[in-house]
């Protein structure tokens, strides 16, 4: 499903579909400026790259009730600082019980004030459950399920990854190195998660991190 207007491709559904890969389909959705789409109740999985894919200045999108399963790269990735105040809400994000691992779940690449929410588990992926790097500030993420990723549960890497939330969350192993890994970034704050059975640590800050707050 390709949605791509520099005009904005606005107040589309994508609803209840079976979007499959062979493998070398890159995408199973790419949004590119749209606003205000709802992608929900569909099964999106096998494909090479992303299950979801959105660019530009694609914002204030809802994907939500989705099953996002087993593409090569990532679940959903949110790319751009354009990619701001975009709802993830009640998802499943894995790899599945067998099969093709995804390398990372939900991937926030520059974005800002996006919410991942409720999602029922973003789970067994090769790298990270939820990962954030450059300028993605601002975001969200509140009461999920991110465990058994061989990696990191949250991985969140550079100085500008600041002034995001991480709370009510439930991340946790088995075979998952870190929970919340911490490089450079500021002003961060994690609260209220429930962390525990990772290998090597729940909560790791390194590099320049500086006036983090970790409570509750």
Known sequence: VYLNSSAGVNANRIVSNMITGPT??????????????????????????????MTGDAATNTIVGNTIRSNDLYGLRLDGTGVDANRIVSN??????????????????????????????????FNYGVYMDLTAASNLVVGNAIFSNAGTGVYMFGANVGGNRITSNSIYGPNQNYGVYLTDGDANVFSNNRVFRDVASGIYLTGTAASNRIWG
């Open 92 to 125: 499943t994000i894995d790899s599945g019980a067998t099969g093709a691992f995804q390398d990372n779940g939900v991937y926030i690449r520059d974005g800002d004030r996006n919410v991942i929410t409720n999602n029922a588990r973003i789970s067994r992926h």
């Open 24 to 53: 070398n389909q890159d995408w199973g959705v790419y949004l590119q400026d749209g606003d205000r789409n709802v992608i929900t109740n569909n099964t999106i999985r096998g494909h090479s790259q992303y299950g979801v894919y």
